[in-house]
């Protein structure tokens, strides 16, 4: 499971944000702009959301590029609409993407940080100026060992929202028996909320290395946001 989420890693960036239950919450100032910046995610993760998105993947020498409009109003396939390069000019790499991307994960849970309520409770507070406070947390995932993976998280405290979120390994690490992860770095920046809206997400970028099948690998993937929408769908109950 977990080798099938490194090869569409962009396509999943919220993969790895299922935190372990929180015991204690961190205190001060910024900890109440950090829990009220994650409450204002959660007021708004029942909607869904349209985007565009620009979709970069480079594996080894091999790059791909796609440009896609995502509405969950639209049905199975469908939802993913591609914008450029034309659909039916797509070459290989690119119809693997688009693949993986209509297969995978993605679709509109990474637009808002709202699954991070639970793991800021274990977050420790590591750097603060006027401008920013950064938490990191230890992430524990059923497919890498403990004190494997951590989470720093970057609060904005003069418009009270979180700007980044970046997932890093701590050291290698063994996530099936013929794989191993070197490195793996993940970076999601949001913009800061407009109104009394939520943040929503700009790019996201990660970078995985390691040994699959006795061989190695190094993918690099980025996606930018852009046109995002708040949409009902028929059939949801979105109050």
Known sequence: ???????AAACAVSLFL???SAE?????????LLTQAAQQAEDFAHYRYAYTVEHWTRNGENETALTLRFD??????ARWQVLSPAEEALNKPQQKALKQLRKGEMEDSPI???SLDDMIGDAELVSESETE???VAQLEDDDAPKDALEVFITLNKPDAYISSIELKSKKP????????????????RFAAPEGDGPALIVTSEAHIEGEAMFKSFSTDT???FSEIEQVEVPGEDTE
């Open 18 to 20: 299922s935190p372990a």
């Open 173 to 188: 690490f063994k996530p099936a028996p013929v794989a191993k992860v070197k490195k793996l770095v993940q970076t999601q």
């Open 112 to 114: 808002l940080y709202d």
């Open 1 to 7: 499971m977990f080798l099938s989420r490194l090869a």
């Open 222 to 224: 980025r996606q930018t």
């Open 72 to 77: 969950p109003r639209l049905e199975g396939d």
């Open 133 to 135: 406070a950064i938490y």
């Open 24 to 32: 204690t919450a961190p205190t001060g100032t910024s900890a109440a």
